[in-house]
């Protein structure tokens, strides 16, 4: 059982930076690709941004790149989410989530773990 949880979220203002953190313990986190999803009000989970377990492949949704970056730190089990030039689009509840299988994907049904999610709200 891994356990995730997130941190980092709040309140910002457009075209500022918040950078979300994800602390795994439990498990073998350098094995697991990891994820960062989020939802909005009144929407379905969507992809955000995706790492792959060494830490080199990254995949990110249309609407975030160039503008989010994906990193991980084996060491610290612990994968960030860095966010600059937040747009109000971007407000939602962030998660993240560990594929066990160690290859990123955008299918929230291939993550086996999920973190109870961070806030975060852009004003515009």
């Known amino acids: 059982q891994v356990q995730l949880v997130e941190s980092g979220g709040g309140l910002v203002q457009a075209g500022g930076s918040l950078r979300l953190s994800c602390a795994a313990s439990?498990?073998?986190?350098?094995?697991?690709?990891m994820g960062w999803f989020r939802q909005a009000p009144g929407k379905e989970r969507e992809f955000v941004a995706a790492?792959?377990?060494?830490?080199?492949?990254?995949a990110y949704a249309d609407s975030v790149k160039g503008r989010f970056a994906i990193s991980r730190d084996n060491a610290k089990t612990t994968v960030y989410l860095q966010m600059n030039n937040l747009k109000a689009e971007d407000t939602a509840v962030y998660y993240c989530?560990?594929?066990?299988?160690?290859?990123?994907?955008?299918?929230?049904?291939?993550?086996?773990?999920w973190g109870q999610g961070t806030q975060v709200t852009v004003s515009s």
């Open positions: 989530a560990a594929d066990h299988w160690g290859f990123i994907s955008q299918r929230p049904n291939e993550y086996e773990d």
């Open positions: 439990g498990g073998t986190f350098s094995t697991y690709a």
């Open positions: 790492i792959a377990r060494g830490g080199v492949t990254t």
